[in-house]
């Protein structure tokens, strides 16, 4: 019985980790289209001078940050994550046993 309870524990835990990865990564996706949004709003004006949409000032915030979105996006939903939750939880044990 406790041993399911223990298993139980540990599979919210997991599941409330994960939970908190893509919460994070949504938020920042969320923030990221309304901040560019903003910012190209707020450049409309130089955009119709220019008479072009293309105009590093205006993309390459969109561009930088559009990197770093796509990093978050990969450590949230890469299958492969070397170094991810399971690997935390086996590196932790690891060293509980070393420091016995």
């Given amino acids: 019985m406790e041993l399911t309870n223990q298993k139980n524990t540990l599979a919210y835990r997991k599941a409330s980790k994960r939970v908190k990865k893509l919460k994070g990564f949504y938020s920042h996706l969320i923030i990221y289209v309304l901040v560019n949004i903003l910012l190209i709003f707020l450049n409309l004006e ?24 796509a990093a978050h996006a990969i450590s949230v939903f890469s299958p492969m994550r070397s170094f991810g939750s399971d690997w935390e939880e086996k590196k932790t044990r690891e060293l509980m046993e070393k420091y016995k």
């Avoid at 949409?53 to 969109?62: A, D, G, K, N, V």
Wanted: charged residues 20%; without cysteine; negative net charge.
């Fill in 46 to 69: 130089d955009i119709r001078k220019q008479d072009t949409l293309w105009s590093w000032e205006l993309w390459s915030t969109p561009f930088f940050w559009g990197i770093g979105l």
